[in-house]
């Protein structure tokens, strides 16, 4: 079984950066697709950008494209996202997820906070 925990949140002024990261337990971390979602209060969670098992080929949400990046170090079992240009409306708690079982997320971590103020 894989487990996910994420770092990096907090809270920074519009314009400002954040760099999210994931740290997987577990073996075969190489093997998988992740991604990010975020879901803001009173929101549906969303998809955010997603990375392959390789990290040679990335997809982001229109709202993000530009700004963010999905990158992966597989020696690290660790996957990241880079903010920059960041928005109030960027403001939300981000998951990070993996398709473990199918073509699917289905394992996911436990959220960290991004709050960026105007």
């Known amino acids: 079984q894989v487990q996910l925990v994420e770092s990096g949140g907090g809270m920074v002024q519009a314009g400002g950066s954040l760099r999210l990261s994931c740290a997987a337990s577990?073996?075969?971390?190489?093997?998988?697709?992740m991604g990010w979602f975020r879901q803001a209060p009173g929101k549906e969670r969303e998809f955010v950008g997603g990375v392959t098992w390789s990290g040679t080929s990335t997809d982001y949400a229109d709202s993000v494209k530009g700004r963010f990046t999905c990158s992966r170090d597989n020696a690290k079992n660790t996957l990241y996202l880079q903010m920059n240009s960041l928005k109030p409306e960027d403001t939300a708690v981000y998951y990070c997820a993996i398709k473990y079982r199918s073509n699917e997320y289905d394992i996911w971590g436990q959220g960290t906070q991004v709050t960026v103020s105007s």
């Open positions: 577990g073996r075969a971390f190489s093997s998988y697709d």
